[in-house]
Antibody, heavy 119, light 113 residues
Framework: EVQLVESGGGLVQPGGSLRLSCAAS????????MNWVRRAPGKGLEWLSY????????HYADSVKGRFTISRDNAKNSLFLQMNSLRAEDTAIYYC????????????WGQGTLVTVSS | DIVMTQSPDSLAVSLGERATINCKSS????????????LAWYQQKPGQPPKLLIY???TRESGVPDRFSGSGSGTDFTLTISSLQAEDVAIYYC?????????FGQGTKLEIK
């Protein structure tokens, strides 16, 4: 069974930084692309970033481009999201999701980690 | 960017009745080389992560009850729940995975009438 467990969320001041992690098990992690998606309070789902299985290819939503960086460590079955220059509107639950067919079909999701940006 | 628009925003259906949710994309998500629609449906219950229900517009994910079905092609898609059960109360999202940025519909909240 695929398990994705996010961590690293918490309360941070505007302008601050956080690094989210996603620990993967039950899959050959290095074979799959991975994604980050968030859901802000009272809003819908927003895709944020993609990384290819090798880590050589990445894509970002315009809303986070230049502020967030996705990375992975295949030896440790881990995915990361470095978030800098955080804003109040970045407050959300952040999910990691496996990229299935094509790399962009989100076929397994973690439970999420809450990030709150507030002074 | 491909804009995904769902209708309605909310829906109340009686137990055992049919529920229908529509999704329209601003650009075709049908890839001509393989004749596949890059359209998925997800279900999100309160306090839970989203769950993949349907992909390629009409293929049910393993373990998804057969009362859930997807249809459509190109720019217009439908998710149908043939006989609503209490456990189907959730928000439903369509998503295109044809191109980045990946985009979701705004969500449809399904409740019991």
């Amino acid at each position: 069974e695929v398990q994705l467990v996010e961590s690293g969320g918490g309360l941070v001041q505007p302008g601050g930084s956080l690094r989210l992690s996603c620990a993967a098990s039950g899959l050959t992690f290095s074979s799959y692309a991975m994604n980050w998606v968030r859901r802000a309070p009272g809003k819908g789902l927003e895709w944020l970033s993609y990384i290819s299985n090798s880590g050589s290819g990445t894509h970002y939503a315009d809303s986070v481009k230049g502020r967030f960086t996705i990375s992975r460590d295949n030896a440790k079955n881990s995915l990361f999201l470095q978030m800098n220059s955080l804003r109040a509107e970045d407050t959300a639950i952040y999910y990691c999701a496996r990229g299935g067919v094509s790399g962009y079909l989100l076929d397994s999701w973690g439970q999420g980690t809450l990030v709150t940006v507030s002074s | 960017d491909i804009v995904m628009t769902q209708s309605p925003d909310s829906l109340a259906v009686s137990l055992g009745e049919r529920a229908t949710i529509n999704c329209k994309s601003s650009h075709s998500v049908l890839y001509s080389s393989n004749n596949k629609n890059y359209l998925a449906w997800y279900q999100q219950k309160p306090g839970q992560p989203p769950k993949l229900l349907i992909y390629w517009a009409s293929t049910r994910e393993s373990g998804v009850p057969d009362r859930f079905s997807g249809s459509g092609s190109g720019t217009d898609f439908t998710l149908t729940i043939s006989s609503l059960q209490a456990e189907d109360v959730a928000i439903y999202y369509c998503q295109q995975y044809y191109s980045t940025p990946l985009t979701f519909g705004q969500g449809t909240k399904l409740e019991i009438k």
